[in-house]
Nanobody, 123 residues
Framework: VQLVESGGGSVQTGGSLRLSCVVT????????LAWFRKAPGKEREGVAL???????SYTDSVKGRFTISQDNAKNTLYLQMNSLKSDDTATYYC??????????????????WGKGTLVTVVS
């Protein structure tokens, strides 16, 4: 299983970015895909989840601003981030586990990880 993130960069406060994660794996009927982030000096935290059934879950701090989605034809997971704040500055990781999502998911519960993509929000 391989997960490769892209789309990070520097953006001004209030701006938008879309992160992508290409997932290379054998076909699976049941899975949970997630975005986590780690800010400097802070623990890694879950941001958003999506299951094979399309159900989503978000941490409170991003609700209404971030949207997780997937394109099964492209084997790609997305995170649309709008109204970005300085607190959103972090390295963002996609992660996967082959079972149903059980929100909130802890990082130790995920089996596979990408290497991360850095998002910097500047004022």
């Amino acid at each position: 299983v391989q997960l490769v993130e892209s789309g990070g960069g520097s953006v001004q406060t209030g701006g938008s970015l879309r992160l992508s994660c290409v997932v290379t794996a054998a076909a699976a009927n049941t899975y949970c895909l997630a975005w986590f982030r780690k800010a400097p000096g802070k623990e890694r935290e879950g941001v958003a989840l999506i299951g094979n059934d399309g159900r989503t879950s978000y941490t409170d701090s991003v609700k209404g601003r971030f949207t997780i989605s997937q394109d099964n034809a492209k084997n790609t997971l997305y995170l649309q981030m709008n109204s970005l704040k300085s607190d959103d500055t972090a390295t963002y990781y996609c992660a996967a586990v082959f079972r149903r999502c059980a929100p909130p998911e802890s990082d130790y519960a995920m089996s596979y990880w990408g290497k991360g993509t850095l998002v910097t929000v500047v004022s």
